[in-house]
C-alpha cells in the first residue's frame, strides 16, 4: 500500500511540476522516456491488483475465472433467459463493495440500472461481464482499478485506484 501510494503521489508530483513549468518542447527521446517510465509504474500497480485480487478470492473460496482484461467472474445462478449482447438494453439489480466489504453503491438505494451494451457510458468491466450473461443469471464480479473507476475513483464513494466487487443480476435484456 506505501509502494502505491508512493509511486501515485510521485506521479501526481511530476504532474503538479509539468504543468507549472513553462511550455518546452520535448524532443521524442524524451517523450519515450517519460512513456517508458508510466508503463513501468503501470505494470507495477496492476501486479500489485492482481495479486490483492487473487488473496482475496482464495480467502473466500470462491471458483472465479479471469478474462484476457483482468476481470474476475463467476456466475453462481443460471437464468433462462437470452444471452446479452451489444445493442440490447440490459437491466440490473446491483451491489457495488470495496475488497474489505465497504458497500458503495446499490439498486436496493437507487433503483435498477439500465444501459444499452456496447455504448460505454458504464464501467468497462461491467459491460464486458454482462456479455458472459443470460437474463435472469446473477454473478459476481471482481474488477481491478482500469476496468472500474481508475485511477481518481468518483469522488463519491469509490477511493482512487479501488477494486471493486460486484453482485449483478441481469433482470432483463431489451430492445430499449
Known amino acids: 500500500m506505501k509502494a502505491e501510494r508512493s509511486i501515485i503521489v510521485a506521479i501526481l508530483v511530476l504532474l503538479f511540476y509539468t504543468c507549472k513549468r513553462e511550455p518546452k518542447e520535448i ?8 512513456k517508458e517510465s508510466l508503463v513501468e509504474v503501470n505494470k507495477v500497480l496492476v501486479k500489485k491488483d492482481e495479486e490483492k485480487i487473487k488473496s482475496f478470492i482464495k480467502r473466500h ?3 472465479m475465472r479471469e ?6 467472474y463467476m456466475i453462481y445462478q ?3 433467459g437470452e444471452k446479452a449482447q451489444e445493442g440490447l438494453v440490459a437491466t440490473i439489480n446491483f451491489n457495488i463493495s470495496l475488497l474489505d466489504g465497504t458497500e458503495c453503491y446499490s439498486s436496493d438505494a437507487s433503483g435498477p440500472k439500465r444501459f ?3 455504448q460505454g457510458g458504464v464501467e468497462s468491466g461491467l459491460e464486458e461481464g454482462i456479455l458472459l450473461m443470460h437474463s435472469g443469471d446473477q ?6 482499478p482500469h476496468l472500474a473507476y481508475g485511477l481518481i475513483g468518483d469522488d463519491k464513494k469509490i477511493p482512487a485506484r479501488a477494486i471493486l466487487v460486484y453482485e449483478v443480476e ?7
Open 27 to 34: 524532443t521524442q527521446g524524451e517523450f519515450y522516456n517519460t
Open 61 to 63: 473460496n470462491w471458483n
Open 67 to 72: 478474462t484476457g482484461t483482468g476481470l474476475w
Open 78 to 80: 443460471q437464468g433462462k
Open 116 to 118: 444499452k451494451i456496447g
Open 139 to 144: 454473478a459476481r464480479f471482481i474488477m481491478p
Open 170 to 176: 441481469l433482470t432483463d435484456l431489451s430492445e430499449n
